[in-house]
């Protein structure tokens, strides 16, 4: 880890839908807070792909990425991520041509794996085989790769996507293993590690990756994405009480997967039994939650153990107030632990590729 380099704050968004609120509403929504996010000084805004979950209204990442695009203009604003096997690699680059095509140089494409769902979802999406198998999916990912890579005038292959594209659009790996990480090492892709899902694994992945790493055309050297679910309040106390939905959400998403997300109120009241809340504890103690004070230690931590070059920050808060407030106090935490001599953990707001 270089110390002195800058450390990117970002977020990655699933747009949390509360009971009570309207999906249309958390949407809508987005159009706020992203320009206040970018007034802030972070660096990107991706949105992640859910389906069948009502509970979460990013269905269609390239939908939202367009709209977010409109409304500002130095936020990168990319996938974390499109789930590769649910789609056709073609359509895909298509998308994200256009994307380019309307904001050149500010687009990202995060691709994942893990198509998620159940056999319903699954069927519903068209999805056949086993295309999360590892030589499946570095197939069609290295066919999404040719597709947004520049072609030579005279070297046009047979298929080719339309608008054509001017520049690399910057493709990203998303994982939580090894085996991702060893991927995008093979490839010489930038790497966002999903923290959030499964901190156990975060060095392992993040270690080997640098290990593995070749330099592609796409990336000169190592870089890592580190996403984290981050509740930053006035207070300890208070972020606990805002991060009770999210918390409350792993245990009953496991019962139901088809429930909201509960408001702070509701979620203070659901019983939970001992062994769930030691599970709760176990779930949260790796994540960002507290004050400005807590955040800003717990951040300085989480780089200092995996020498990530960004944060993406997923804050699933209730209220848009809330979540522009939080996203302030991160900003706050990291300059607290900058002056506290953590590193160099200063936000950057240029628009390269990574």
């Given at each position: 880890?270089n110390?002195?380099a800058?450390?990117r704050l970002?977020?990655?968004?699933t747009?949390p839908?509360f009971?009570?609120?309207?999906?249309?509403?958390?949407?809508?929504?987005?159009?706020?807070?992203?320009?206040?996010v970018?007034?802030l000084?972070?660096?990107?805004y991706?949105l992640?792909?859910?389906?069948n979950?009502p509970?979460?209204?990013?269905?269609t990442p390239?939908?939202?990425?367009?709209?977010?695009?409109?409304?500002t203009?130095?936020?990168?604003i990319?996938?974390?991520?499109v789930m590769?096997?649910?789609?056709v690699p073609?359509?895909?680059a298509?998308q994200f041509?256009?994307?380019e095509?309307?904001?050149p140089?500010r687009?990202?494409?995060?691709v994942g794996?893990?198509?998620g769902g159940?056999?319903?979802?699954?069927?519903a999406?068209?999805?056949t085989?086993?295309?999360?198998h590892e030589g499946?999916?570095?197939e069609q990912?290295?066919e999404?790769i040719g597709?947004?890579?520049?072609s030579?005038p005279?070297?046009?292959?047979p298929?080719?996507v339309c608008?054509a594209?001017?520049?690399?659009v910057p493709v990203?790996?998303?994982?939580?293993?090894p085996?991702s990480?060893s991927?995008?090492a093979?490839?010489g892709?930038?790497?966002?590690y999903a923290?959030?899902?499964?901190?156990?694994?975060t060095?392992?992945?993040v270690?080997r990756?640098?290990?593995?790493?070749?330099p592609s055309?796409?990336?000169?050297?190592?870089y890592?994405?580190?996403?984290?679910?981050?509740?930053?309040?006035?207070?300890?106390e208070?972020?606990?009480?805002?991060a009770?939905p999210?918390?409350v959400?792993?245990?009953?998403?496991r019962?139901?997967p088809?429930?909201?997300f509960?408001t702070p109120?509701q979620?203070?009241e659901?019983?939970?039994?001992?062994a769930?809340r030691?599970?709760?504890?176990?779930?949260a103690a790796?994540?960002?939650?507290g004050g400005?004070?807590?955040a800003?230690r717990?951040l300085?931590g989480?780089?200092?153990?995996?020498g990530?070059?960004?944060?993406?920050?997923?804050a699933p808060?209730?209220?848009?107030?809330?979540?522009?407030r939080?996203?302030?106090?991160?900003?706050?935490a990291?300059?607290q632990?900058t002056?506290a001599g953590?590193g160099?953990l200063s936000?950057?707001t240029?628009?390269?590729s990574?």
């Amino acid at each position: 880890m270089n110390d002195t380099a800058p450390f990117r704050l970002s977020v990655l968004d699933t747009v949390p839908v509360f009971n009570g609120v309207p999906a249309a509403q958390s949407l809508r929504e987005l159009l706020e807070l992203a320009p206040e996010v970018e007034r802030l000084g972070y660096h990107r805004y991706w949105l992640a792909e859910h389906h069948n979950m009502p509970a979460f209204g990013t269905s269609t990442p390239p939908v939202l990425i367009g709209q977010l695009a409109g409304v500002t203009s130095t936020l990168r604003i990319g996938s974390g991520g499109v789930m590769l096997p649910n789609h056709v690699p073609y359509i895909v680059a298509e998308q994200f041509a256009t994307l380019e095509a309307f904001h050149p140089g500010r687009i990202d494409l995060g691709v994942g794996r893990a198509p998620g769902g159940e056999p319903a979802t699954a069927r519903a999406l068209r999805r056949t085989g086993d295309p999360a198998h590892e030589g499946a999916f570095g197939e069609q990912l290295a066919e999404l790769i040719g597709y947004l890579s520049p072609s030579a005038p005279d070297a046009r292959p047979p298929v080719a996507v339309c608008p054509a594209v001017e520049q690399p659009v910057p493709v990203w790996l998303l994982g939580t293993s090894p085996s991702s990480a060893s991927l995008a090492a093979r490839l010489g892709l930038p790497y966002a590690y999903a923290h959030h899902l499964n901190p156990a694994g975060t060095e392992a992945a993040v270690t080997r990756y640098r290990a593995e790493f070749r330099p592609s055309e796409r990336l000169e050297r190592p870089y890592v994405a580190v996403s984290a679910q981050v509740v930053v309040a006035e207070s300890d106390e208070e972020a606990e009480y805002q991060a009770g939905p999210a918390k409350v959400a792993q245990v009953e998403g496991r019962i139901n997967p088809l429930t909201l997300f509960r408001t702070p109120e509701q979620a203070a009241e659901y019983p939970l039994t001992g062994a769930q809340r030691r599970f709760l504890e176990e779930y949260a103690a790796p994540q960002i939650i507290g004050g400005v004070e807590t955040a800003g230690r717990r951040l300085a931590g989480l780089r200092a153990r995996t020498g990530a070059d960004e944060l993406l920050a997923s804050a699933p808060v209730y209220g848009l107030k809330a979540r522009v407030r939080g996203f302030r106090l991160l900003a706050e935490a990291m300059a607290q632990a900058t002056s506290a001599g953590a590193g160099a953990l200063s936000p950057v707001t240029s628009a390269s590729s990574s």
